[in-house]
């Protein structure tokens, strides 16, 4: 019989035997495998903490007892267990999303999925309880090992360990692993745990042990596992990593034995003050081609068959990635000075074929963007030209570094920001829409957005040969698509990619926004609207040639995947202001808002950004009118279709471009 259906609250667990919760672990198993595989996922994460989870929920009370999970990459688990089992449209816009998300259930509380923050916000929520008399609320956190590697971990441990007086559990879900293996000594010291002799033969010799003693003597195993005093820590002596800091430390613990993860919360929640718990785990435990996979068990997969796990896509492409990573090899090899750093994302963002190729020329830090940062200016200090590889969303953890140690010390740093712009079904904490307004206020930073795969090539090569200044080449997820040639290369290096008869509208396309920018000046010019498009491939500074063609046309307009707020629109804008140019110039970009998840079409639609909706609001800008322009070569007759979806008022009258210009471009201010 099944088991999750009757699940439709945490409280449903409590009627449930030991024997039952290990048929619903195999159950949910099961229902993660068949319904992620189906839309993609975090497969491997949620694997490892089934039991984990039901013994969470067993022990404490959510949402009562909040429960705050980080990065929230293993939540997949608590939604079912919190009600949550339609995963038919699984990060998909109207589904579930792929983090905790507060407009889903009352019991996620914290929905940013970067790591490392979940104990600063249980140490907040438990010093609130304690102040506000609410001492019968117990806070729990869900850490894993690789975000003990943050630095924000450890301030949260220094200040949780600053006041005793407050029911607070950490969970550590020590599996080795982040996206990857766990790194740094942090990762050694715990590995001593699940390796240590001593650990493996104790634990299966008690076990052995005191079962063969009858239920009283397995009752004082499980307690003593539990670790009353840190019993098995001190054959591994890792209590000793926790004990300066003042915390209750209880562990290690199977976090895939039911009822020893259930004691030992039992006992840390009877505590009364904060408690670790240490949980060994297995990523991607119970589902053979997750534990197989060496790069990182599955941690987050795309469609795949759910008996072989592999993928299942269409058509294999080439990535943005794998043009910055055979790139990057061919750097490593022309130059010896070039080092590649990353905070534990090797293989994500392309960094693995150069440390095959250079073992010895990659940093992995760890989950720590902030420490790569202002080590990249050290190295760079030390004479050598550091690549530093991050997911454009995890760059805004460490501005400051980029501000304070590598421009203001004109440290020769080049960043790759990998998965810019709208990354679709992850959600608000992972569009990565921030970078171009943040970092384009760092003095002397150079910024390169480039339009295809050809592109790229050619400004990461400009800008590690920069080693005065920071520079930064941002491009977007997923395949990089086909070449888009050029008209002519200014002198400036900015490409024109499109010249229209006439010089209307100047259309500056931004990244992968040049292809949609081309669109449009395809529709205008259907519509007799001239149209010059440029692709200034380095967006930050402002290139001469921008300033000279705006003096031109009598419209700009810029299209972004970024926010429009303070975005590169916006600097075009203040340059040609600067320079006395009163051409109109509209920005085009997505909203200041937090963007729910959805894949990237269906985003860059609700913001505008669709070649069909820009051409009929230049035909609005350019006409002043939303009457649609005619086509020359068919006189007053008029086809909307060119211009989007929209259809012309039944008492529209037949327009002509001289008609509605007078014979001449007018300017249009805002």
């Known amino acids: 019989m099944s088991l999750l259906p009757g699940i439709a609250h945490p409280r449903d667990l409590d009627r449930l035997s030991i024997r039952e919760l290990e048929a619903l672990a195999a159950e949910i198993r099961t229902f993660l495998v068949e319904n992620v595989a189906r839309s993609g996922g975090h497969l491997g994460p949620n694997l490892g903490v089934v ?23 293993q939540s997949y688990v608590h939604k079912l267990v919190t009600g949550r089992q339609d995963f038919t449209r699984l990060r998909s816009r109207g589904g579930l999303a792929g983090y905790p998300q507060r407009a889903e259930s009352e019991h996620d509380v914290v929905e940013s999925s970067h790591a490392s923050s979940s104990l600063s916000w249980a140490d907040g929520i438990s010093r609130a309880f304690a102040r506000t008399g609410r001492t019968d609320r117990h806070v729990v956190a869900v850490v894993g090992d690789g975000s003990l590697t943050g630095g924000m971990t450890w301030e949260a441990l220094n200040n949780i360990s600053d006041d005793n007086d407050r029911n607070l559990v950490i969970v550590v879900n020590d599996n080795g692993r982040s996206y990857a293996p766990t790194i740094g000594g942090m990762a050694r010291f715990l590995n001593k745990v699940r390796t240590t002799e001593g650990y493996r033969s104790l634990h299966q010799g008690s076990a052995s042990l005191f079962g063969r003693l009858g239920p009283a003597a397995r009752a004082v195993y499980r307690g003593l596992r539990g670790g009353t005093h840190g019993f098995l820590s001190r054959f591994v002596n890792n209590e000793a990593l926790y004990s300066n800091l003042d915390i209750k430390y209880l562990g290690p613990v199977d976090g895939h034995d039911l009822e020893a993860m259930i004691e030992t919360l039992r006992l840390a929640k009877s505590y009364g003050a904060p408690v670790i718990v240490h949980a060994i785990t297995e990523k991607g435990r119970g589902y053979a081609p997750a534990r197989e996979d060496e790069a990182d068990q599955f941690h987050a997969v795309g469609k795949i068959d759910p008996l072989t796990g592999r993928s299942v896509s269409s058509a294999a492409s080439t990535s943005w990635t794998d043009v910055f990573a055979a790139e990057l090899v061919r750097a490593g090899e022309e130059r010896p000075d070039v080092v590649a750093i990353t905070a534990a994302m090797l293989r994500p963002t392309g960094l693995q074929p150069f440390a095959q190729r250079f073992p010895d020329r990659v940093l992995d830090v760890g989950i720590a963007e902030q420490h790569a940062v202002a080590a990249s200016a050290g190295l760079a200090f030390g004479g050598l030209h550091p690549v530093v590889a991050i997911y454009a969303t995890f760059m805004n953890r460490a501005f400051d570094q980029v501000l304070m140690d590598v421009a203001l010390h004109r440290a020769g740093v080049t960043f790759v920001l990998d998965r810019a712009g709208v990354t679709g079904p992850d959600g608000p904490s992972h569009h990565g829409v921030w970078d171009l307004a943040m970092l384009q206020s760092v003095p002397n930073i150079r910024i390169a957005a480039p339009r295809d795969a050809e592109r790229l090539r050619e400004v990461f090569h400009e800008a590690i040969a920069v080693d005065d200044a920071p520079t930064v080449v941002r491009y977007p997820k997923g395949s990089v698509g086909d070449e888009l040639r050029a008209l002519e290369r200014l002198d400036d290096g900015t490409d024109v990619l499109a010249r229209g008869e006439t010089p209307d509208v100047l259309l500056v396309g931004i990244g992968p926004m040049a292809r949609i920018a081309v669109e449009v000046a395809d529709r205008l010019r259907a519509q007799g609207i001239g149209a010059t498009v440029v692709d200034p491939r380095w967006v930050v500074p402002v290139a001469r040639s921008i300033v000279e063609l705006a003096a031109e046309h009598r419209l700009v307009i810029t299209i972004e995947d970024g926010i429009r707020v303070g975005g ?25 808002e937090f963007i729910d998840h959805a894949e990237r079409d269906e985003i860059l639609e609700d913001a505008g950004l669709t070649a069909s909706k820009i051409a009929h609001d230049v035909v609005a800008q350019v006409l002043g009118t939303r009457i649609p322009i005619a086509r020359p070569s068919v006189g007053a007759e008029h086809d909307w279709a060119d211009l989007g979806d929209e259809e012309p008022p039944a008492d529209a009258p037949p327009r002509s471009r001289a008609d509605a210009t007078d014979g001449e471009p007018q300017p249009r201010g805002r």
């Open 568 to 592: 590169v629109g916006t600097r075009i804008r203040q340059v040609l202001r600067e320079a006395g140019i009163d051409t109109a110039v509209d920005e085009l970009g997505l909203p200041a």
């Open 51 to 73: 039991e984990l989870t039901l013994a969470i929920h067993r022990v404490f009370d959510s949402p009562n007892d909040p429960i705050v999970f980080d990065t929230g990459h």
